[in-house]
């Protein structure tokens, strides 16, 4: 059974191209793609979104806590009399 549809798979062989020739960009900041793996990631996002057969994206198993840490007891710290 295959992975891909042949719609996803034409996605995927042009992101490519367009990386290889520099002219491939990613959404808001329209940044040029450099790597081969988020030119991949990209192509099967517009396949998705297309409706051709492309896996389901994995979900990171990395939570964030927004950057923010609650400060707690400081170890090793004592009172000096």
Excluded: D, F, N
Aim: charged share 40%.
């Amino acid at each position: 059974m295959a992975k891909y549809s042949k719609g996803a798979q034409k996605k995927v062989k042009r992101a490519m191209h367009e990386k290889k020739h520099g002219k491939l960009k990613s959404g808001r900041s329209g940044k040029k793609v450099k790597s081969r793996k988020q030119a991949i990631a990209i192509a099967l996002s517009e396949a998705r979104k297309s409706g051709a057969k492309a896996p389901k994206k994995k979900s990171s198993s990395r939570k964030s806590s927004g950057g923010k840490k609650k400060p707690g007891p400081k170890k090793g710290s004592r009172k000096s009399k």
